[in-house]
């Protein structure tokens, strides 16, 4: 174990939340404590706020009505995007304000929305989780359309342009060490109950293009056997980096990934899932997500095991035993990522217009103790339940309030 692995192998958090006195029956006293969490995000006005533009006190109405959605469905966790492109929703000194708020990048909205979502989610008995992506800036590709005191102007040096997008090079140590102190600065000033990263690394690949970290790669990749080696192990220090300067700064704060739900395929490897999905997470975004788990780097894991039961490609009920058995023994918790987004959709499967869908994926995980909760994606499909798939798990599985699995 390395040092930075002994220091994330430490000790858990307070848990926050309505508490639920334990009965004696097992099932029972495993129901008072699970995660039941749900992604508001702010990237390109997904969730929260609506639009650009609104007032201050439309935007704080608008998230005071996705915690109280979140209460009113016996939920214990919101999971806010703070940093979706390289800024900011709250007052950073290394990071522009982000542009989703006022529609212009670095300018105030007239509030502190990170600092309003924690005091008012733990008002309400809910954790919040302080969501980063750690590595893109911008979802355009023109570097001079960022404010002009954007790190990224500042440091060309920094930026890859891939797929039509800007991105930090994750292969550059002083990349990784901003990117750490961006976040850090908001654990500092907050009592978020977690920081969590989703599923962007690397970027997922595009046909016909290359991320070019030739440079990078030169100068620092002198020691591994080949470039995905080496991209493995920078984001694998981003993750160990994080977490040991995490613990130190805020002890109790969290510190949770949530990647692509297929780690690799049992065709590629022995270890993998029994699935054939076109990505995975080790080969593409070079994150190693299985071994952050089995060797407990990390809080917790929600893979996004965004399929229906029976899909051909990745069937959920392959994949959510797969990960259950990969967290057996380890210290990291193992929550599932729900696609509520699809329940609905026309252009899904069929078994995504069945409202019991995502109730019988709960169904499912009751018979695998390691899997500990989930969270769904996202907060826009929690309030508008389009066919009531979200109403159907509340009434099949939340009909009692739990705290958050710890």
Not at 18 to 29: E, F, I, K, T
Request: hydrophobic content about 40%.
């Amino acid at each position: 174990m390395t040092a930075l692995s002994a220091i994330v192998a430490g000790g858990g958090a307070v848990a926050a939340g309505a508490a639920l006195a334990d009965g004696s029956d097992p099932g029972r006293r495993r129901a008072a404590r699970e995660m039941r969490g749900v992604w508001i995000a702010s990237v390109a006005n997904r969730d929260w706020p609506s639009r650009t533009g609104l007032t201050a006190a439309q935007q704080r109405a608008e998230l005071i009505a996705h915690l109280d959605k979140a209460v009113a469905d016996r939920l214990n966790t919101v999971i806010l995007q703070v940093r979706p492109t390289a800024d900011a929703l709250w007052p950073s000194p290394y990071e522009p304000w982000s542009q989703w708020l006022t529609g212009t990048q670095g300018e105030a909205p007239g509030w502190d929305p990170l600092g309003t979502a924690v005091r008012e989610a733990h008002e309400r008995g809910l954790e919040l989780h302080a969501w980063f992506n750690p590595y893109r800036i911008s979802l355009q590709a023109d570097p001079t359309k960022l404010v002009a005191s954007h790190p990224a102007r500042q440091n060309p040096e920094w930026v890859v342009t891939y797929g039509g997008k800007l991105y930090y090079n994750p292969g550059l140590p002083e990349v990784r060490s901003f990117v750490q102190d961006a976040i850090l600065d908001a654990v500092e000033k907050y009592p978020v109950d977690a920081v969590h990263f989703d599923d962007y690394f690397y970027p997922y690949p595009v046909a016909g293009q290359t991320f070019d970290d030739d440079a990078a790669y030169d100068e620092y990749g002198g020691g591994f056997a080949t470039r995905a080696d080496w991209r493995r192990d920078n984001i694998d220090r981003l993750v160990l980096e994080t977490a040991a300067r995490i613990r130190a700064a805020r002890p109790t704060t969290r510190f949770g990934i949530s990647p692509f739900g297929v780690w690799r395929n049992v065709a590629t490897d022995p270890l993998g899932s029994d699935t054939r999905a076109g990505v995975q997470s080790y080969d593409d975004n070079y994150a190693d997500t299985r071994k952050w788990v089995r060797e407990g780097w990390i809080d917790y894991l929600v893979p996004q095991i965004y399929w229906n039961i029976g899909f051909a490609a990745a069937d959920y009920a392959k994949l959510a035993p797969w990960w259950a058995d990969v967290a057996r023994g380890s210290r990291t918790k193992l929550y599932l990522g729900e696609a509520l987004y699809k329940a609905g959709d026309p252009a899904q499967p069929a078994a995504w217009q069945d409202p019991a869908e995502l109730s019988r994926h709960l169904t499912l995980a009751k018979d695998h103790p390691e899997l500990c909760g989930h969270v769904f994606f996202a907060a826009k499909e929690v309030s508008a339940d389009p066919v009531g798939a979200m109403a159907r798990v509340v009434a099949d599985h939340y009909q009692q309030p739990a705290r958050p699995s710890r």
